[in-house]
């Protein structure tokens, strides 16, 4: 089984800023994929950056980069030079081959003017 | 191509009464997901299929849910006889099959159980 954990509910980042939501995950597969999406308060989610485990290069996606650390299973997002529009949910869900994706609860992302 | 749609966006019924709702997926994916997601959670796996074949379902999903996908293309979500519980977001994604595909949401369907 798959589990991912979103110890922060909720973060705050100046606009300009660059914010870092941290993402743990536990599986014992070998051949996985990592995610991040983003909920705005539409509701919609969007796919922000994807991650292949056995790539070791973190991907980068203009402003959003992750930092992928396999043996600790963490994989964390860095927004950099937040915007107004940054403002959402952040879930960062792992699927397996299967491509069943487990989401967290979600880190809520406020943007301060 | 327009993504992922779905309808009604919103939608209220008594107790008891019967929803479908109804997915669009972005036209060549063979494979789409359902998902519920409560207030202040992440969406939770219901079901999903590649083409018409329903391949997995939760255990999330109990008898009172359905869903088909008839000739691989839309898909509907039927909820018999809605409980208070049943209050939530449905969301439907698609996607190519194949390991790591990344899936594509739609904007949801909102049900409010009263």
């Known amino acids: 089984a798959q589990t991912v954990t979103q110890s922060q509910p909720e973060m705050s980042v100046q606009e300009a800023e660059t914010v870092t939501l941290s993402c743990t995950y536990d599986t014992s597969e070998s051949d996985y994929y990592l995610f991040w999406y983003k909920q705005p308060p539409s509701r919609q989610m969007i796919l922000v950056i994807r991650?292949?485990?056995?790539?070791?290069q973190n991907a980068t996606e203009n402003r959003f980069s992750v930092n992928f650390q396999k043996a600790a299973k963490s994989f964390s997002l860095k927004i950099s030079d937040s915007q107004l529009g940054d403002a959402a949910m952040y879930f960062c869900p792992a699927t397996n081959r299967d491509d069943k994706i487990i989401f967290g609860k979600g880190t809520r992302l406020h943007i301060l003017p | 191509d327009t993504g992922v749609s779905q309808n009604p966006r919103h939608k209220i019924t008594k107790r008891g009464q019967n929803v479908t709702f109804r997915c669009d997926p972005i036209s060549e994916h063979n494979r789409l997901y359902w998902y519920r997601q409560t207030l202040g959670q992440g969406p939770e796996f219901l079901t999903y299929?590649?083409?018409?074949?329903?391949?997995?379902k939760s255990r999330l999903l109990s008898d009172r849910f359905s869903a088909e996908r008839p000739k691989g293309s839309f898909s509907t979500l039927e909820i018999q006889r809605t409980e208070q519980g049943d209050s939530a977001m449905y969301l439907c994604?698609?996607?190519?099959?194949?390991?790591?595909?990344?899936?594509?949401f739609g904007p949801g369907t909102r049900l409010l159980v009263l």
């Open positions: 991650q292949e485990a056995y790539k070791q």
């Open positions: 994604a698609s996607s190519f099959s194949g390991s790591g595909e990344t899936q594509y």
């Open positions: 299929f590649q083409n018409e074949a329903q391949l997995e």
